[in-house]
């Protein structure tokens, strides 16, 4: 399976940004649909955006006009630019890949992830 790490979260005042980047293993990274989730307790899981291995990506409607993701894969890394962040921003971000090699599916629900890392803490706060 797919070992994913996230990094770049931590505290941010709003009106900030910050860029999350999830480094992946293995040689087939580009093979494989990626996303970001976030969830805060007691809340469900939520797709903020994804990119297929086409680089076609899918937003979040709320969320697209601060938020890209891109990714690259020659370094094995996806990333998430934040921008003109606010107080309910505040979550773990979740990186995730697809549950197969080329995956011709949707990419917005959790179950067409397989592979998921540890999440790393965004907070917006003054």
């Known amino acids: 399976q797919v070992q994913l790490v996230e990094s770049g979260g931590g505290l941010v005042q709003p009106g900030g940004s910050l860029r999350l980047s999830c480094t992946a293993s293995?040689?087939?990274?580009?093979?494989?649909?990626m996303a970001w989730f976030r969830q805060n307790p007691g809340k469900e899981r939520e797709l903020v955006a994804s990119?297929?291995?086409?680089?076609?990506?899918f937003y979040n409607d709320s969320l697209q006009d601060r938020f890209t993701i891109s990714r690259d894969n020659v370094e094995n890394t996806l990333y998430l630019q934040m921008n003109w962040l606010k107080p309910e921003d505040t979550a773990v971000y979740y990186c995730?890949?697809?549950?197969?090699?080329?995956?011709?599916?949707?990419?917005?629900?959790?179950?067409?992830?397989?592979?998921w890392g540890q999440g790393t803490q965004v907070t917006v706060s003054s």
């Open positions: 995730a890949a697809s549950r197969g090699l080329y995956y011709s599916g949707a990419h917005y629900s959790e179950a067409d992830f397989a592979s």
């Open positions: 293995g040689r087939a990274f580009g093979a494989y649909g």
């Open positions: 990119i297929s291995w086409s680089v076609q990506p």
